[in-house]
């Protein structure tokens, strides 16, 4: 009886020493799991979460403030990719934050443009060139397509194309199952 | 329309599969000869379950029913069931034996492709641990008429007169006993189960089967690596052990001439589904069976080991291919080849 | 010189019927120049070339039509004198059915060259020498296209143990590389010679299956030829076993050197280079003749009365060289290359380009559908067959289930496509299929998070940016404040007033005039992407619209709150 409680107390002071070694040696430092959420978002900082860009929604889903269905850009993978890493529920988006929409980028009609700014200092990612008076133009590869700068333009000259399809993007699609389930109804 | 490749081998999962039921055919026909026609009525009755089984698994998983039931699948596992099974049981210790492979082992994994256990080994060590007594009644060799064992498959089950135990399993109660003087060529010179290598009339069912593996060694549907692996490993362990002490341990020539070994080695490990796929991983999975099989013989409580031993290893078949994997073209450290 | 090499073995590999001989009979036809010609101005790896030429110029023969653009890139030349009708988005010879930039140019029949000045490439630097062949367009022409004037550089140590060429061609059907070598040894051998010198290399092999015994023999002449010339033996010609696929560069390397050259190193690293015959003659009528990369061998056959190999201007249609071989009734499609590669043509008025080395006409009868795809019984056929000793089954597991990490750590990326898994297969899965699939979704992936990642970078550099400029500004007004104590603080506020204003003024003016042109374009003007929505649709994205102007509004405090 007493050799028991002995062996018991003694294997427990033992992993209880291992536990807390453990835990100092293998300390990790920061907050890995605001980088990982924030490297699924899709970086387009448009605020459709209702969070000012990404890492802050980042941060809020890492203590617990925001669901993981509020990226419209990110769509369902992007929630998909989310739930796996943080071991929650899949959720479809919510429709109060958006919709998925085509890959876009923002177009400035360049005849309308009257070089006011506005846009210039709307733009998340400093993706838009011009100065005052100046016509503005967009780099269209650094676009994330967030439509931040449709609104504050006065003239209502900016406009999203949807990415097409060239030969360099396309994609080999998902092999189509030759065999399709047998129809009850044709059986 | 398809892309690339635009034309394909004329291979198929049937023509793979009923190749190796032609295999089996050398092994069915000694087992026929020394031990009656028995073993025919239960692949018969085997097969007509399993096919039925499938079908009907088929139509309730929505897969299209003809296409999978002419693979030759549920055949090759109802064929193995019957000819891992004493040939006398009752008609109805087969059916449940080939419903628990096909149905639980292989359709509630997903069907065909998907099943991590081997389906007839499955069928197999659930009916011997259900069915004890009923799994280790087995023919005498050379008794062969068909209406005492018709009987017994399907009626009154008047058995003595019929039934012995198999080598197998006469040596294994002969050791385990008290009896202090019992020692294997003891057992193995009284005993007229006993034939010249592994038991009357089993030796050449064996024989049988290494020509059939033979054929599909020849016609490259299995490769060298398991059967070699899984007899040279049973060769080795039983022939040092026998070394050791021949009083004890049965010599190589009997563990792979008896019970399941040869089939198992050529039909049973081989199963490319629930084993190893990697060269290596190969080599490891049939020796592991082999080791295992062994000891179950030896030292454990059934007469043979090979359906547990396999299962067993069916469990570490990821395992293994995960660190057994091939080096990859050009990932060779340099120098290693010449 | 044949008998003394020594053959290394590759694992793997089938032997499909081969059906050569159905266009070696003939010798190599030149093709008639087309009404129309459809050059397209992508015709090789890497950037896409700028168009020169505008529509309604003329062009002569073997004038730059598209400039090479960017470090990977490769110029493209008019196939024949003529006027350029138009440049334009036209259909691609490409598995997607896709349109890309098309230089379509009327021949005025008269084939009038450029004038044509042969490239003094001993005198040259190696640079001007690889700027010359880009600008000459000069492409492998074994299917891969990769820019040759990319591959023609000795690497780190400045020379090359081995040369390798390759004139192995495995895939059923084509026997374009054949043929030249039968007919134009001596050429590819004179390319070869220049190739060798280009890249300081030691020896020459050069690997041809024994399947073409006659090419082989003209080879060995040529090669014997050379060698006498340069009064050494450098050059060897190797017969290697009939296995497809023989002919993958690195495949080859390894039959004829031992060398295996891992997926996304340098051959050069390990003192190698492959190139195709082909590739060698182009090389040679670049630099020896002053004639740019125009036209090329293609095999046509398959189901036609008549196959056989011709020389084709790029540009072309397909349709007008299947119609020179007979075409078969039953015939339902075109393939670019052969039936264990070819990509399926969209429709057979595609033009001939680069990477053309076969159009290959198929029908149900000579290329049956598929039988039903049947579960993966991991019976490993696949692994025995893979070339590049990958475990297909397990690629292939993977990459249906869409865990492409998994597929990635099997190695998927050094699968050469080349088709022998899905031959082989009993279960007639169409792994080569999955594995293209998983390849572009990865790399579509790849380019998605590197663009994200470019975001996130911009975005925080502009958060920091914001920061130091309202730093800078308090600094500013804080010093400014500091040496107007002196001063009246009144006449500094007057005397910025009356500044300000005025470009105030003009600025809404300039907004009022601004907004009126816009209402008349403001029907134009519209997102792309929120045209055609449904009613609901349409009102959600108003509410999301609004909700954000309020975000944009919150944002700004939670943003000096950061601060």
């Known amino acids: 009886m007493f050799e028991a409680i002995l062996v018991m107390a003694l294997g427990a002071v033992v992993l209880g020493a291992a536990l807390g070694y453990a835990a100092v040696r293998f300390r990790v430092e920061g907050d890995p799991l605001v980088e990982k959420i924030d490297a699924i978002l899709p970086q387009t900082q448009c605020g459709q979460c209702g969070f000012p860009g990404c890492k802050p929604y980042a941060q809020a889903i890492a203590k617990g403030e925001a669901e993981i ?81 449709l609104p504050p333009c006065p003239v209502d000259c900016i406009s999203m194309q949807p990415i097409g399809e060239s030969v360099e993007t396309w994609k080999w699609k998902y092999p189509v199952f030759k065999i399709n389930p047998a129809k009850r109804e044709a059986a | 329309m398809n892309n ?66 002419s693979d030759g699948s549920a055949l090759v596992t109802a064929w193995l069931i019957a000819l891992t099974f004493p040939p006398i049981v009752p008609w109805w210790l087969t059916v449940i034996g080939v419903l628990t492979a096909i149905v639980v082992a292989k359709h509630l994994y997903g069907g065909l492709g998907q099943n991590p256990f081997n389906p007839a080994m499955v069928g197999f060590a659930l009916m011997i641990v259900a069915y004890p007594s009923l799994m280790s009644q087995w023919p005498a060799a050379g008794f062969t008429d068909f209406v005492p064992q018709w009987n017994a498959i399907f009626g009154s089950r008047e058995l003595d007169a019929i039934t012995m135990a198999t080598p197998l399993d006469a040596l294994r109660t002969a050791l385990h006993t008290a009896d202090a003087r019992a020692t294997v060529a003891g057992v193995l010179g009284s005993n007229a189960t006993f034939g010249n290598v592994g038991g009357k009339g089993w030796e050449w069912v064996a024989a049988g089967y290494f020509l059939g593996g033979l054929y599909l060694l020849q016609q490259r549907i299995i490769t060298w690596h398991m059967p070699v692996a899984f007899l040279a490993t049973l060769f080795v362990i039983s022939g040092g052990f026998s070394f050791y002490d021949a009083s004890r341990f049965a010599g190589p020539g009997f563990q792979l001439f008896t019970g399941g070994a040869m089939l198992a080695a050529f ?42 031993a396999v299962l067993l290893m069916n469990i570490a078949t990821p395992l293994i291919d995960m660190y057994t994997q091939p080096p990859v073209f050009g990932h060779k450290i340099k120098g290693e080849d010449s | 010189m044949t008998a003394l090499q020594r053959l290394f073995k590759f694992n793997g590999g089938v032997k499909p019927a081969y059906n050569k001989e159905a266009s070696t009979g003939l010798p ?147 026997t374009c590389d054949d043929v030249l070598m039968r007919e134009r040894a001596a050429t590819i051998l004179k390319g070869v ?69 891992p997926h996304g190193k340098r051959s050069t690293d390990y003192g190698v280079q492959c190139f195709n015959v082909g590739t060698a003659y182009a090389v040679y009528e670049a630099i020896a003749l002053g004639q740019p990369l125009i036209s090329r061998i293609v095999t046509v056959a398959g189901n036609v009365t008549q196959a056989r190999n011709y020389e084709v201007l790029f540009g072309t249609p397909m349709r007008d060289l299947v119609a020179l071989c007979g075409p078969l009734a039953d015939s339902d499609r075109v393939i670019m290359g052969g039936p264990m590669m070819g990509l399926l043509m969209p429709d057979d008025s595609v033009p001939v380009v680069k990477a053309t080395n076969c159009v290959l006409v198929g029908s149900k009868k000579l290329f049956p559908p598929p039988p039903p795809e049947m579960p993966c019984i991991r019976c490993g056929e696949c692994a025995k067959a893979c070339p590049a000793d990958l475990q297909p ?11 492409f ?70 600094a500013k007004l804080a010093a400014k404040t500091a040496a107007g104590r002196e001063k009246a603080a009144a006449a500094i506020a007057e005397a910025a007033k009356p500044a300000a204003t005025p470009e105030e003024d003009a600025k809404k003016a300039l907004i009022a005039a601004a907004l009126e042109r816009a209402k008349a374009q403001k029907e134009l003007v519209h997102p792309g992407n929120v045209s055609d929505l449904t009613p609901e649709q349409q009102a959600e994205v108003a509410a999301i619209e609004a909700r954000r102007a309020e975000i944009r509004e919150m944002a700004k405090p939670h943003l000096r709150q950061d601060d």
Not at chain 3, 244 to 255: F, M, T
Not at chain 3, 393 to 403: G, L
Request: glycine fraction near 8%; charged fraction near 20%; include cysteine.
């Open chain 1, 69 to 149: 269905n509020q990226c419209p850009p990110g769509g369902d993978e992007g929630i998909h990719k989310l739930a796996d890493l943080l071991g929650r529920e899949f959720k479809s988006l919510s429709a109060e934050h958006g919709i998925e929409k085509p890959k876009s980028v923002a177009v400035i009609d360049e005849q309308s443009c009257i070089g006011c700014t506005l846009c210039i200092q709307a733009c998340p990612v400093d993706a838009i060139v011009g100065a005052a008076k100046q016509m503005h133009t967009i780099v269209a590869p650094l676009c994330t397509g967030c439509e931040l700068c």
């Open chain 2, 4 to 69: 690339s490749p635009y034309f394909l081998k004329p291979a198929s999962v049937q023509s793979v599969m009923l190749r190796v039921l032609v295999a089996l055919l050398p092994g069915i026909a000694a087992y026929v000869w020394f031990f009656g026609a028995a073993v025919l009525v239960q692949i018969a009755l085997a097969s007509v379950t399993a096919l039925a089984a499938e079908a009907v698994m088929l139509r309730l998983r929505d897969k299209p029913v003809m296409l999978f039931l």
């Open chain 2, 267 to 308: 039909f049973i490990v081989t199963d490319p589904v629930s084993g190893c796929t990697t060269p290596r991983g190969k080599l490891i999975f049939a020796a592991g069976i082999a080791l295992l099989t062994w000891i179950i013989r030896t030292f454990g409580a059934y007469p043979d080991g090979i359906a547990f």
């Open chain 3, 28 to 174: 190599i036809a030149v093709a008639p120049t087309p009404t129309l010609l459809v050059i397209p101005l992508h015709q090789s790896i890497g950037g896409m070339p700028r168009p020169l030429v505008t529509a309604g110029e003329r062009v002569l023969k073997g004038q730059r039509i598209g400039g090479a653009d960017g470090n990977v890139s490769s110029a493209v030349h008019a196939s024949t004198s003529g006027t350029v009708v138009a440049v334009e988005m036209r259909l691609m010879p490409h598995a997607s059915g896709l349109s890309a930039l098309c230089v379509m140019i009327e021949p005025d029949g008269r084939d009038e060259w450029i004038p044509r000045q042969p490239f003094d490439f001993r005198s040259a630097t190696p640079t001007q020498t690889r700027d010359y062949l880009r600008d000459a367009g000069v492409v492998g022409l074994g299917g891969a296209v990769f820019p040759t004037y990319l591959k023609l550089n000795p690497g780190k140590q400045g020379k090359l143990d081995t040369l390798v060429l390759n004139g192995a061609e495995c895939e059923p059907f084509i």
């Open chain 3, 193 to 261: 010679v220049i190739m060798r010198e280009i890249l300081s290399a030691g020896q020459v092999l050069i690997g041809i299956e024994d399947n073409k015994p006659e090419a082989v023999a003209a080879m060995e002449i040529a090669a014997r030829a050379a060698n006498q010339a340069a009064g050494d033996s450098a050059i060897g010609v190797v017969s290697v076993p009939t296995r497809y696929p023989a002919g993958g560069a690195k495949q080859l390397i390894r039959v004829l050197t031992g060398i295996e050259v």
């Open chain 3, 393 to 403: 089954f397990e690629m292939y597991w993977f990459s249906r289930a869409k865990i």
């Open chain 3, 405 to 474: 990490g998994k597929a990635q750590e099997y190695n998927l990326f050094d699968c050469i496509e080349c088709g022998c898994c899905a031959y082989v297969c009993p279960s007639h899965i169409p792994l080569v299929d999955y594995y293209r699939f998983a390849k572009s979704e990865i790399w579509a992936r790849e380019i998605e998070k590197e663009a994200a990642d470019v975001a996130r970078e911009r975005y925080e550099f502009r958060l920091l940016r914001e920061e130091r400029e309202k730093q800078e500004k308090a």
